[in-house]
């Protein structure tokens, strides 16, 4: 019989002792895992979906920029407001490729918030190159007319054609186009003729940001710089943006660190708890195995070999509960952060199963070493004596 075959049934003739270890096991990999993969899918979804607004630099009006910028990309709405003077003197400086005014608005419909944006859609289009529409874009000079995005149409069960009624008078508006599914912010938004909107709801002239691509992105800090020469503007380029958010949810990523630690400490006790009581309750049965030629260096082996079995498993089992559990401990963590991207944020990536299963080896090998030293000092004189005992 060799030592693996040995652990097996050395760990199966103690099965529940043995499951609630691997349970605890699970738990801290289960968590581990959970923030891991949660963390890197939060930075790739940020990063992406600022590139997906195909911007650089927001120029939004004087007051907390960080916070109306997040606002602004979440479609959320700030009370302060640009004017279209603003934007004529922002096209003026070198460097600027596109500068596009946007009016953000929110209204309620069934007690629920909708996002609508007034643009110019033909600067839209040269920013986001990748909207694709079913129907087809308004252009700037039509009015009572809106193309929405992919989910609020399915929400709605709205289709190209329709007509709704629309803004505080219910004037009729007709849906000419529905994005493709971006799978970001977009997808939830009303999307209408900049100056049809300032109508619509009443801000005539104003203007909540200014969507600004530069010609040449080393050349940022400059305009920048010219943007800020603007008496009613501040300026947030992107980078900021996404600084300013990691920024707001590193609290909330120190809290699920400071649990992990929990947890993983409270498995490794246990681990080191149900191991050292094994080899207490074995003490009779070691010293036989050197009565009968098994070294202090077999013992050790076998003692290692069963917790490496109990740290694996609970290892695999809470990769497969963390998988299985994501969009419930995706939507507690996206409670507890000021700001979530749109779309799945924990997705199963090689490298981090690998280092979750490397971390349940390694404390598998740290919380075997002392009883499997321990447990090698035995001596056929103490079994015999423990037995009498």
């Not at 087809?136 to 609020?152: P, W």
Request: proline content about 4%.
């Amino acid at each position: 019989m060799n030592f693996v075959t040995l652990a097996i049934k050395n760990l199966l003739r103690r099965r529940g002792r043995t499951s609630l270890t691997i349970f605890g096991v699970a738990i801290a990999v289960a968590v581990l895992f959970s923030l891991l993969s949660f963390n890197s899918g939060y930075e790739k979804q940020l990063s992406g979906e600022l590139d997906s607004l195909g911007i650089h630099i927001l120029a939004v009006p004087k007051g907390c920029p960080y916070e109306a910028a997040s606002l602004i990309i979440h479609g959320g709405v700030i009370p302060k407001y640009l004017s279209n003077s603003d934007v004529d003197e922002t096209r003026k400086i070198d460097g600027i490729e596109v500068a596009s005014p946007m009016l953000l608005h929110q209204f309620y419909k069934d007690e629920k918030p909708h996002i609508v944006y007034g643009i110019n859609i033909d600067d839209m289009r040269r920013l986001k190159t990748w909207w694709k529409v079913e129907g087809r874009f308004f252009s700037q000079t039509e009015d009572n007319v809106m193309v929405i995005g992919r989910s609020l149409a399915e929400d709605e069960k709205l289709k190209v054609g329709d007509v709704l009624p629309f803004g505080p008078d219910k004037t009729p508006f007709t849906v000419v186009g529905i994005l493709e599914r971006t799978g970001t912010q977009d997808d939830e938004f009303h999307f209408l003729p900049l100056q049809v909107a300032q109508r619509v709801f009443g801000k005539p002239e104003q203007i909540t940001t200014i969507a600004i691509r530069v010609s040449d992105i080393s050349k940022i800090s400059e305009v920048s710089k010219q943007l800020e020469n603007i008496p009613d503007i501040q300026v947030v380029t992107m980078t900021q943006v996404m600084g300013t958010i990691m920024n707001l949810v590193g609290s909330a990523r120190t809290l699920l660190i400071s649990v992990i630690i929990v947890a993983i400490i409270i498995s490794a006790v246990g681990i080191i708890n149900t191991l050292l009581m094994s080899v207490n309750e074995r003490v009779r049965e070691f010293g036989m195995m050197k009565a009968v030629g098994a070294s202090g260096f077999d013992i050790g082996r076998l003692v290692i070999i069963e917790t490496l079995f109990v740290t694996v498993i609970g290892g695999v089992i809470g990769l497969l509960l963390s998988t299985l559990g994501s969009g419930l401990i995706e939507g507690f963590v996206k409670g507890i952060i000021p700001y979530s991207p749109a779309g799945r944020l924990m997705v199963l990536d090689p490298e981090l199963i690998g280092l979750c299963l490397l971390f349940s080896i390694i404390i598998g090998f740290v919380c075997g070493i002392y009883p499997a030293i321990r447990s090698s000092r035995l001596t056929p004189m103490e079994a015999i004596r423990s037995n009498l005992e």
